[in-house]
């Protein structure tokens, strides 16, 4: 007890296994994860670069191999289950659950699947083509087919001797489930309940109408419902009110974290697979396509520029100032962007609130554009001392910042009318947005008040 | 259960609640409001903005007051606690527990909460005193100091009558605890074995070493550590072993949820109190900060602009294609913040693997950067036509993208040394380091190249 209570960092952890790793030293690493929970492998798995990680997975005892690949990022189990003979899959996939079958099946080639499929227990396997049939976002498809069920009008002294003789429970089980004979879902009974309350009780007594998901729920929207409400897991039903399974909050965590990573990931041009660890050349080819996409957007702007050669030949002053208002429209825009994004994945955008917003944006841009306005003008004027450049300099980063915050909200709003994800390329727009705007309204004033 | 079943988004049912708040439907809104669960009102109540917020939190039921409170973001929370009277504190905190009881003291004045403290069923209150000891961030500050403790040696049949004769689970309970006499944790036995396992045996047989977390332990560490685990619910100890409490997951989730959330904000400039619906003063107030930070940065960049002018005034093409280079490396070196910042906060970076990062990222940054610079190279030739301006381009965006590259891991690494959120202002300082490189080197190579 003491000594896990003396909970080393992470990072430690990490530093021990380096050195264990460069001194090729076999036994110690297959000490250092003897005992260990599957999770900790997994996460050490995607702690290290290919090449490492490969003595580490050497050193992953043979019968957590299931669990940890279950467990593991995506481009590691493909890695490592790509050359996997039909009987090391069947040996690996021996004593794991349905959902992790289905995780650790969802990587190998179909005729192996076939065969893989055929050495399975009855149970597991029914389950596991559950699972499958449902679309890959769905609560269906995250969701534990195994449940514990129990009829109306019996005890809750009856339902823990029925438990007990068939050893019903397994480690996720939270609540037991009240279901009539067609598995319509009636209400559940809490594990608390079942030893607290007075045995001889009925069940019915007890039962209570779970918040209850939908199997063909967008498993993030249900993500997103449980954390409001705190819960620890839903009973899942199908369409016509029969149970099919539960969902725990375990699976749930995972699902929230990785929402909030891909927010993050694709705000900043990073696509959905690239790891800290990912090799050399799959980073390269997975940040090109945005390197790609921002050119095009960033000659997009030299476009702009470019029409206003004649103003800029005269003033070279303008191109010295030029970055400045594309920076604070693009500051300003991606602030909005941002709240406005978060709003959506809570849910909070919808009706007439839109009005309201694009009202609190427009007035926070003019709020914050008139004092930006004034404070670079006064810089501008002190430095070159033309109060024609400071005028313009003035009006447009007034104009550029006032419309990058409407642009914060339009662009996502209209993103998800059309079913793209904002987070996605909400940022690349909304930097186009704001370059163009802030140079066309620099340089185009320019051109009229000092040109002419 | 079929009604439950029925699930009307989120979306929906702000826009019923918005009719009946244009409507003043008061008592509309009353019964809208009137069985729900207080973390779904407070939902609602951070959904509207302040003045329409009102009229939610007049219709919230007066039962739930306090929970509804204890739940509402923070900002929220002060706005409707500050001309509260001792009576009306007193009031709210009836019935809740100590959690919920320290979150809603956190935000009233001293004097009134000493009165408050006074009103409270004494075992709350020195809870409460237990959880108001620990440093904020701390996991003591959110544990659960409720537990359900069990000598060694009973049988779990005598378990199961201890909790029942007393009562003692409440909803959050998970494990039972096994102390000895001086209250050190020896063990805990879940819920499932009480119920599942020979009601004759000892708890002795079915206790294990859960995971223990120390009660000095940074919160945010310890939601990692669960989440990894997949972990429900861990004990707590203190340094000598004592329980003191329990971290709950549904605790954790808010967190980790609020650490992603927090990353977003910093990454993108937005201060952490800002909220969809802040009043507008309040919003142009907190971005100002950024804004203003911006601006410097800007200028620096403008400065180093402006030592080129002399090189500008002949060929007005380096201003058209200025804004390019700074574009590219800017993207480049976001990508590869947003990667380290995550490896960051799942403990993925450690010891030596620091110089392989390093290795990584200057491969990565020289193979797009000779991608994106021929790319580049060709796109001007077509242009403008003039080799030399080609060749000065390539290789500033070859030398910026490099550059960015390396920034991306240095910078986050740089401030965590030095104690700093390295999403906070790794960002800014990387868009400032991007923008002056990209415009010296560019600019610096055409006044090499061209001008002489």
Do not use: C
Not at 108 to 123: G, M, N, R
Not at 169 to 192: A, N, P
Not at 313 to 337: F, N, W, Y
């Amino acid at each position: 007890m003491h000594e896990e209570a003396q909970f080393s960092s992470a990072e430690e952890q990490l530093v021990y296994l380096q050195a264990l790793i460069e001194a090729e030293d076999h036994s110690g690493l297959y000490h250092a994860l003897a005992d260990k929970e599957s999770a900790d492998l997994a996460r050490w798995l995607e702690s290290f670069p290919a090449n490492q990680r490969h003595q580490i997975w050497l050193a992953v005892p043979d019968s957590q191999l299931g669990e940890v690949l279950a467990e593991v990022a995506e481009d590691i189990r493909t890695e490592y289950m790509t050359d996997m003979s039909v009987a090391d899959v069947t040996e690996i996939v021996k004593g794991l659950d349905a959902q992790e079958v289905a995780e650790v099946l969802d990587v190998v080639e179909d005729h192996l699947k076939t065969e893989v499929y055929e050495s399975l227990d009855e149970i597991i396997r029914s389950q596991v083509e559950v699972l499958q049939a449902y679309d890959e976002d769905t609560v269906g498809r995250y969701m534990d087919p195994e449940t514990v069920n129990v009829k109306q009008g019996v005890s809750l002294e009856a339902v823990q001797r029925f438990v007990r003789i068939h050893k019903l429970l397994d480690d996720e089980s939270q609540e037991i489930m009240v279901t009539d004979k067609d598995k319509h879902l009636l209400g559940t009974i809490t594990l608390i309940d079942l030893v607290k309350q007075n045995q001889d009780a009925l069940v019915d007594e007890f039962m209570y109408k779970a918040f209850t998901l939908n199997d063909n729920m967008k498993v993030s929207e249900a993500a997103s419902v449980l954390r409001a409400r705190e819960l620890y897991f839903a009973p899942v039903t199908n369409v016509e009110g029969v149970l099919v399974g539960q969902l725990n909050i375990a699976d749930i965590i995972e699902i929230t974290q990785d929402d909030s990573d891909m927010t993050l990931k694709h705000m900043s041009g990073v696509s959905d697979e690239e790891e800290l660890f990912s090799p050399i050349l799959q980073s390269a080819k997975s940040r090109g396509i945005w390197l790609g996409i921002n050119l095009a957007t960033a000659f997009l702007a030299a476009a702009v520029i470019g029409q206003f050669e004649a103003v800029l030949e005269q003033v070279v002053a303008l191109a010295v100032l030029m970055p400045v208002v594309a920076s604070m429209g693009g500051i300003a825009g991606s602030q909005t962007l941002t709240v406005v994004i978060r709003g959506m994945a809570l849910g909070q955008i919808a009706g007439n609130n839109r009005v309201w917003l694009f009202n609190k944006e427009l007035w926070v841009g003019l709020t914050n554009g008139v004092i930006w306005a004034l404070v670079v003008g006064l810089i501008s004027h002190l430095w070159f001392g033309d109060p024609k450049i400071s005028l313009v300099i003035s009006i447009a980063i007034l104009v550029n910042m006032t419309l990058a915050n409407l642009a914060g909200i339009a662009i996502p709003l209209m993103l998800k009318k059309l079913k793209i994800d904002p987070a996605l390329s909400g940022a690349v727009i909304l930097t186009t947005v704001t370059d163009v705007a802030g140079f066309l309204s620099f340089l185009g004033l320019a051109t009229l008040i000092i040109l002419h």
